[in-house]
């Protein structure tokens, strides 16, 4: 509890914001949302911020884990990427306006392959790329034209989609290159949910929050 609380840095240039879903035994099962925060330090360091549990998933407790952070000394985040959950971003820039708010792009490509039959994918997503790896914003949406004018008339919805969050997945065209591979991606805390994951399928389930949260 004492480093659940603990005072924060007043600058992260990052923070990745991510949830994932694990079973915690209440008598029954349950399945509950871990609610994580990593930031990434002025020196570079990667560091656990928070994570807050939850019976589910939604961008009204997402404004109480960056109100908890602010409480904590945060002042201000430059980029805080996230995952693409309706009503996230506006959490997060309630709290802190000058963020930028950058939607993980590997979250975007998984969700736009789930409309996608298994022999497609490879092409699918090689299509894609063209789009997030390009050079600037404005050859990015050419690429993203000419995604829509191949793929279209099979998958409708994953253009629509692109063009729907479109301002929210271009903010990091604004930087070097190698800055873009640490900010378009919540990779940095995946490495923490992967290890989640793992502990949860070996035991089965955690036996009480307390269990979980001592990770």
Not at 4 to 25: N, W
Not at 36 to 49: H, N, P, R
Not at 119 to 136: G, M, S
Not at 194 to 211: I, Q
């Amino acid at each position: 509890k004492a480093w659940q609380a603990r005072p924060l840095d007043a600058i992260y240039p990052i923070v990745y914001l991510d949830c994932i879903h694990v079973k915690v035994r209440e008598g029954a099962i349950r399945v509950k949302a871990v609610y994580l925060a990593i930031g990434i330090t002025m020196s570079g360091e990667k560091e656990v911020l928070g994570l807050w549990l939850a019976q589910t998933e939604g961008a009204k407790f997402w404004l109480q884990v960056v109100t908890e952070l602010r409480n904590r000394g945060v002042q201000d985040i430059f980029i805080a990427c996230v995952d693409g959950l309706k009503g996230f971003p506006d959490a997060i820039e309630a709290v802190f306006p000058k963020a930028v708010v950058q939607l993980c792009i590997v979250h975007m490509v998984r969700h736009s392959l789930n409309y996608v039959s298994w022999k497609r994918r490879k092409e699918v997503a090689a299509d894609l790329r063209h789009v997030y790896q390009a050079a600037t914003a404005e050859e990015a949406e050419l690429r993203l034209g000419e995604f829509e004018a191949r793929w279209d008339a099979e998958y409708l919805p994953i253009g629509q989609s692109w063009r729907r969050n479109w301002s929210r997945l271009i903010p990091f065209f604004d930087y070097p290159p190698e800055i873009r591979k640490v900010i378009y991606t919540t990779n940095a805390i995946e490495s923490v949910n992967m290890g989640l994951r793992k502990l949860s399928k070996n035991r089965g389930s955690f036996p009480s929050d307390e269990a979980l949260t001592k990770l």
